[in-house]
């Protein structure tokens, strides 16, 4: 039953400039229908069965030529086959879907049955029908399984690496299109107030490096170069920076304890303080107390750091007793 196919992607002819995930359209789309016999089929429909959530239900395409005609005519002469572009009505089509999908991919036997894949069926004599029903058998029709793809204008957004971020860390985010007219760009905004662009440019998909301070929904638009745009969306969430003090032991001697700040943010500064008092001149993820120097040579004391991870922050403090010894001569 291979004398009719579907020969390459379905193309929306009427898909609206702007049209927003979640909206439909009734989709004209027009197909290239390949008769591989010398003898004309008529009455070419699709029984479209959905492949995902595309549809929630079969449905039954016409489809006829810029005539309206719904034959298909047969080769002729040395042909090998006869190609006429043919139109039909999807409707509830999907916006900003990209590539969509009918029935199952790759070659299927067996009897069409309704509900199993996508057919594409045609009568062998004008009239022996009224294209109603897809799911024909001979002899008022045949049939064939074959996948059908509609090749609409759609973009995506989606994590790539990075995807729980810690506060004050990155993410890449993967900005893909499909359809359109090249060339395209790409502007991505965050509700944090960030944003960035790429393009014009004929790639299909660029990455973008983001970093998290905050829950943050990321929007993109691509735009092509007719001026047609699509949007797509994806959210972070920022999981909150820590950090944490070592807990030393009292001690003699000199008195001198050293602290280490450890956190799993990355980037960060650190501010010491003695008893709320900044010690400006340590930066880093250690500090020394020195009781001495602190005047506290028999006492207790409070060692506290403030870490910041590209905005984001988070403290911890310690207390720390000394005792320090003195020889006489």
Request: aromatic share 6%; charged share 10%; hydrophobic share 30%.
């Amino acid at each position: 039953a291979g004398d009719v196919e579907i020969i390459g992607t379905g193309i929306p002819t009427n898909e609206p400039c702007t049209c927003s995930p979640g909206s439909t359209f009734n989709a004209v789309v027009q197909f290239t229908v390949r008769n591989n016999t010398s003898a004309a089929r008529y009455c070419i429909a699709l029984h479209l069965v959905p492949d995902g959530t595309v549809l929630t239900s079969p449905l039954d395409v016409v489809l006829v030529d810029a005539n309206g005609s719904s034959t298909a005519p047969g080769k002729s002469g040395g042909q090998s086959f006869q190609d006429t572009v043919m139109f039909g009505t999807i409707p509830n089509f999907p916006c900003n879907a990209g590539l969509i999908c009918f029935g199952q991919a790759g070659v299927i036997r067996g009897k069409c049955a309704p509900g199993t894949c996508t057919t594409i069926s045609w009568n062998t004599s004008p009239g022996a029908a009224n294209c109603t029903q897809a799911d024909q058998s001979p002899p008022g029709g045949q049939c064939r399984h074959q996948q059908v793809c509609v090749q609409g204008y759609g973009a995506s957004l989606v994590c790539k690496s990075g995807c729980t971020p810690t506060c004050g860390g990155t993410a890449v985010l993967t900005a893909s299109v499909d359809g359109g007219t090249p060339n395209y760009t790409y502007s991505l905004s965050g509700s944090d107030g960030s944003s960035q662009s790429f393009g014009p440019s004929s790639a299909t998909s660029h990455d973008f490096t983001v970093t998290v301070t905050q829950n943050t929904t990321y929007t993109l638009t691509v735009t092509d170069s007719t001026g047609c745009s699509r949007t797509a969306s994806t959210s972070l969430s920022a999981q909150a920076i820590t950090v944490s003090l070592n807990t030393p032991s009292s001690t003699c001697g000199d008195g001198k304890v050293t602290f280490t700040a450890t956190t799993n943010g990355t980037g960060c500064t650190f501010t010491w303080k003695v008893n709320g008092t900044v010690q400006g001149s340590v930066t880093g993820n250690t500090f020394t107390y020195d009781p001495i120097a602190q005047g506290k040579a028999n006492g207790t004391a409070t060692v506290s750091v403030d870490v910041n991870c590209s905005g984001c922050t988070a403290s911890a403090s310690r207390s720390v007793s000394s005792c320090v010894t003195t020889t006489s001569s």
